[in-house]
């Protein structure tokens, strides 16, 4: 049975503590372990501002 996950990023801005979600993206993971596969390949591959 697959895990629907929903994966955000999002950034903290440190002087006020203001946050914005950068993206959000649906995935089905087998388990947790493919789920944290899937978002540490997002984050390498996905074109999101850097600091």
Same mark, same amino acid.
Do not use: C, G, H
């Given at each position: 049975?697959?895990?629907?996950?929903?994966?955000?990023?999002?950034?903290?801005?440190? #002087?006020?503590? +203001? &946050?914005?979600?950068?993206?959000? *993206?649906? #995935?089905?993971? +087998? &388990?947790?372990?493919?789920?944290? *596969?899937?978002?540490?390949?997002?984050?390498?591959?996905?074109?999101?501002?850097?600091?």
């Amino acid at each position: 049975m697959a895990l629907k996950i929903v994966i955000e990023f999002y950034r903290i801005r440190n #002087v006020d503590d +203001a &946050d914005a979600v950068l993206d959000r *993206e649906s #995935v089905e993971a +087998a &388990d947790l372990d493919e789920a944290i *596969e899937f978002a540490l390949e997002l984050s390498r591959t996905l074109d999101m501002p850097q600091p």
